[in-house]
């Protein structure tokens, strides 16, 4: 098999060129099916395209609410911590701030 990159000699088992490291077959993350070019699948017709920003999207939106529930907890900490100092106004504040970001169900 050659290399569609640098045109060098693969094994026909390769999955990457062993010169540049281009891929040589692709694997359809639906369908396991096996092929020796990337788009769409030979097999279920599913874009790859498509399917890695539907899953880049997902992984981001789970970052994202982890994120603001990271924020809000040390929020709550720091108005705990801070307690004897400022006489729970910062707690108050967080707490306060907690509740108008909450929608009615």
Same mark, same amino acid.
């Given at each position: *098999? =050659?290399? #569609?990159?640098?045109?060098?000699? @693969?094994?026909?088992?390769?999955?990457?060129? #062993?010169?540049?490291?281009? &891929?040589?077959? $692709?694997?359809? &993350?639906?369908?396991?099916?096996?092929?020796?070019?990337?788009? %769409?699948?030979?097999?279920?017709?599913?874009?790859?395209?498509? $399917? !890695?920003?539907? %899953? *880049? @999207? !997902?992984?981001?939106?789970?970052?994202?609410?982890?994120? =603001?529930?990271?924020?809000?907890?040390?929020?709550? /900490?720091?108005? !705990?911590?801070?307690? #004897?100092? =400022?006489?729970?106004?910062?707690? !108050?504040?967080?707490? /306060?701030?907690g509740l108008r970001g909450r929608s009615p169900s």
């Amino acid at each position: *098999m =050659d290399c #569609p990159k640098c045109h060098s000699r @693969a094994r026909d088992t390769a999955q990457f060129c #062993p010169k540049c490291h281009a &891929p040589l077959r $692709y694997r359809c &993350p639906k369908c396991d099916h096996q092929q020796e070019h990337g788009g %769409t699948c030979d097999s279920c017709g599913l874009d790859f395209l498509k $399917y !890695v920003s539907a %899953t *880049m @999207a !997902v992984q981001q939106m789970r970052a994202e609410k982890a994120r =603001d529930q990271n924020r809000k907890r040390s929020g709550l /900490l720091r108005g !705990v911590l801070l307690l #004897p100092v =400022d006489m729970g106004f910062s707690l !108050v504040r967080s707490l /306060l701030a907690g509740l108008r970001g909450r929608s009615p169900s």
